[in-house]
């Protein structure tokens, strides 16, 4: 589609711009967009609640419409995300290593941005901001691609960053955002490969699923976020108790949430009462199994599927296992590799949990909510990767880079030898 190759040829411009501006002009740009998103936060703010109005007509479910809502305090969060960014040091140009070749060679690796990056996302309007300040700090170009429900908010977001750019000197089309919702356009863009050298998606499972099927352009798969709490034998119950509701109630809509739910059974008794009781306040739905149906009367009978399910709402998975190997199988089988947590005062067993468990973020001891590249200190995250190729877990600036070789010589010149390799 002619709109959206042009996009794509501005959006190249803008990289090879991008790539040879300086860390401090960056920087300039970015405190200007944290500045234009409060002078505009009325603006957005209005911007968001039609969003919202129009999302209640059209059935959104309540978690779906707590995800798009954007308050005062949500956009300080934005603009704090973009703030912190500024301070991070820039990759781009950094030289990872130099060593001598036996040839008299200096050979370096050196970061550099990927180029223009594709951003597919649902409803969250903060993505727009978080995505696009990571993108731009680390010397990208960035074509994003919101959601239906979420059009006037990233608009109004777009239209801050933008003045940002434009006030450090910098091509607004840099930053540039997809306002066509249809499908045919999506598809054209998920193989817009003579622009995009890389698409990221951010979303429900539904999502990811179809632009991994679909796409052409080099995808990272981030987000599904099937998280299992294991409270083993030797728990602190206090301790338990305050991280599963943490990790469950605080916010359930997000992937770092936890959705499943194991404990020992030499436990079980005393401990899972005291975690429903925690947990109505919350109204959370327990679905369990067996045992778990015995102690709670007011528990669910659990599905295989609802074990493999992100709920992404106020409704737990949960279940009672015979030993340690069993939760870990358990886990094994229906992990999606994004954050899975121990609670546990055994040392062995929680060595044994990090080396047994093959997630992008491991926990002994504490919340699968900190799984987040603000709290891990990268100043947000374009997404939590639960793949292993290239970057795992949340994606920072370094994450959005890659290298190049760079080779220092004083006239050297290789002889045949007969085993070029390409």
């Known amino acids: ?91 781009v140009g950094y030289i990872e290593e130099m060593k001598l070749s036996e040839d008299g060679l200096k050979i370096g690796k050196q970061r550099v941005p990927l180029g223009v990056i594709g951003i597919i996302y649902e409803s969250r309007p903060n993505v727009t901001a978080d995505a696009a300040a990571l993108c731009f700090k680390s010397g990208n170009a960035v074509i994003l691609r919101g959601g239906k429900e979420a059009l006037q908010s990233n608009q109004a977001i777009l239209a801050a960053l933008q003045e940002g750019l434009v006030s450090a000197g910098l091509s607004a089309d840099t930053i540039q955002l997809i306002t066509d919702p249809s499908r045919e356009l999506a598809a054209e863009f998920m193989r817009l490969n003579q622009y995009l050298d890389c698409l990221i998606p951010r979303g429900g499972a539904g999502l990811i699923q179809n632009v991994l099927k679909n796409a052409t352009v080099p995808v990272i798969e981030t987000g599904v976020g099937n998280c299992h709490l294991y409270i083993d034998k030797d728990a602190d119950l206090k301790m338990a108790t305050r991280i599963l509701v943490n990790a469950k109630a605080d916010r359930p809509s997000v992937c770092n949430a936890i959705e499943s739910l194991i404990v020992h059974q030499s436990v079980a008794d005393k401990y899972l009462p005291v975690f429903a009781e925690a947990l109505s306040a919350y109204h959370v739905e327990i679905r369990g199994d067996e045992k778990t149906c015995a102690l709670l009367p007011n528990a669910i009978a659990a599905t295989e ?43 062995q067993t929680a060595q044994d949990f990090l080396q047994d468990i093959d997630a992008a973020a491991v926990y002994v001891n504490a919340s699968s909510r900190f799984t987040d590249g603000g709290c891990f200190g990268l100043g947000g995250e374009i997404g939590i990767s639960t793949q292993k190729l290239h970057a795992r877990g949340p994606m920072g600036l370094e994450a959005l880079t890659s290298y190049k070789y760079i080779i220092f010589g004083e006239g050297q010149i290789r002889g045949t030898t007969g085993n070029e390799s390409c």
């Open 305 to 347: 599927e609802d074990y493999d399910t992100e709920f992404l709402s106020f409704t737990l998975a949960v279940k009672v296992v015979d030993d340690y190997d069993q939760a870990i199988a358990h886990i094994q089988a229906h992990s999606t590799g994004h954050s899975e947590v121990i609670v546990t005062d055994n040392y």
């Open 1 to 91: 589609m002619e709109t959206l190759h042009t996009m794509g040829q501005q959006a190249k411009t803008a990289a090879n711009q991008l790539r040879k501006t300086k860390a401090t002009i960056k920087n300039q740009a970015l405190l200007a967009m944290e500045a234009a998103l409060y002078k505009h936060e009325a603006l957005i703010i209005k911007a968001n609640q039609d969003d919202i109005n129009r999302a209640k007509e059209n059935g959104l479910t309540a978690p779906m419409i707590e995800r798009l809502t954007l308050t005062p305090d949500r956009i300080k969060g934005m603009a704090d995300s973009i703030h912190q960014i500024a301070q991070l040091a820039d990759p």
